[in-house]
């Protein structure tokens, strides 16, 4: 049957699958200077845009594929396991094919029948694809096609809970490093997905792989690398302290009965010494002459403390972070990085330290032993942001909080 008719009947719909993947594989071991592998290399083309077409309906958008003829075609995908087979090929076709398959992949992702999602349910019952895909960083024709397909997997929870609880995750601390800087910063995005898309899958791994995660991302940190540094520290702070609230966060806390409501809801154990600073869970309404009395304290702490204690999924990695006199060690000394952005981005993970209330007597004696010097420094430290009224507030209140550290005892 001509390729030009593959989807011309019914009948030919669960046959397009073979016919492709037979299509493939007379390329697998075929030479690449024989006029068979150019013929075998067009017919792919012509049969990959022909699946697409099936899949996505005519190129003009003028209507969409049957839902029949569609649930056919993907039943010959699966059956003839055709997504393996695309992936294992992906070097030996073309650049634009390439993008076919990609195409193809991601919309059989997130094609849902009822309740179900069949090529969710296809992958997680072939994790070798997945990690097919991963390998595929260390080919740079390649690797920006797997990144697409790897990060649309990381979209659904199943699939991003294979690839952390798997040994090649670790492969991503050699791929954000590569010297090429296109492959490095797509796998540096996937990386961050990773992390941060399915925030209890997260928290959840890296409380039992602290040490294995905190080890290898102490190399990234310590890069010769700028961009690898400044996207290390960003992740890292997203990470361990959940942000994106923030000025929701601010702008609730200026209301009193609000910061008592939610000041209600945090455990004392978890308030420590602070809880003497804060004022008492309130049970009505405040005046605003009262809230004038300790709204700068108040709200110091609320903001402050809410990134540190509300975010609930990463509350424990984080804890077990900033008691660490290595990570303060080396947030110090990022602080004085030449470059302003690692700069910044190193204060959004060192203020954590300063505001945690239970430091630890080795981290409060470092922080001690050096208070002038950080004074001195947070002082002048990036002054030219005049507009960014939260670093700035955050700014004063770490100088604050350096200023009153006292000698503990033993």
Do not use: W
């Amino acid at each position: 049957m001509p390729l030009s008719s593959l989807l011309a009947t019914r009948s030919s719909k669960t046959d397009h699958a073979k016919q492709l993947k037979d299509l493939f594989s007379s390329i697998e071991n075929e030479d690449k200077e024989k006029k068979n592998y150019d013929d075998a290399i067009k017919n792919i083309h012509k049969a990959l845009l022909a699946l697409k077409d099936g899949l996505f309906g005519p190129r003009d958008g003028s209507s969409e594929p049957p839902i029949s003829d569609v649930s056919q075609l993907c039943t010959g995908i699966y059956s003839q396991e055709l997504i393996q087979i695309m992936i294992n090929n992906l070097s030996r076709v073309t650049f634009e094919d390439r993008k076919e398959i990609v195409a193809i992949f991601n919309n059989l992702l997130r094609r849902q029948v009822g309740s179900k999602y069949p090529a969710v349910d296809h992958l997680m019952q072939r994790p070798g694809i997945l990690f097919k895909l991963i390998e595929g960083y260390e080919n740079a024709d390649i690797a920006l096609n797997c990144g697409m397909m790897l990060r649309e997997c990381i979209r659904v929870q199943e699939l991003a809970e294979i690839i952390l609880r798997s040994p090649e995750f670790y492969k991503f601390f050699d791929y954000v490093q590569k010297s090429t800087f296109d492959i490095a910063s797509d796998a540096f995005a996937t990386f961050k997905d990773l992390l941060t898309k399915h925030k209890a899958l997260c928290a959840d791994y890296l409380e039992r792989n602290y040490d294995a995660f905190f080890n290898k991302y102490k190399d990234l940190l310590n890069s010769d690398n700028y961009v690898t540094r400044r996207q290390s520290l960003k992740i890292l702070s997203t990470v361990i302290l959940e942000n994106a609230n923030l000025n929701t966060c601010k702008n609730f806390s200026r209301d009193v009965e609000n910061f008592g409501l939610i000041y209600a809801l945090f455990p004392i154990s978890n308030i420590g010494t602070l809880s003497q600073s804060v004022p008492q869970p309130l049970s009505t309404p405040t005046t605003s002459s009262a809230f004038d009395i300790y709204k700068r304290e108040a709200f110091d702490i609320f903001k402050l403390l809410g990134e540190l204690l509300l975010d609930r999924y990463n509350f424990s990695v984080m804890t077990r972070y900033i008691t660490n006199t290595d990570n303060l060690k080396l947030m110090m000394n990022l602080l004085k990085e030449k470059s302003k952005n690692i700069q910044f981005e190193a204060f959004h993970v060192f203020k954590i330290f300063v505001a945690n209330p239970t430091k630890p007597k080795p981290i409060a004696d470092i922080l001690l032993r050096n208070r002038d010097k950080l004074i001195d420094f947070l002082t002048t430290f990036h002054t030219d942001r005049t507009d960014d009224e939260q670093f700035n507030d955050e700014k004063a209140y770490l100088i604050k909080q350096i200023s009153e550290l006292k000698d503990m005892k033993t």
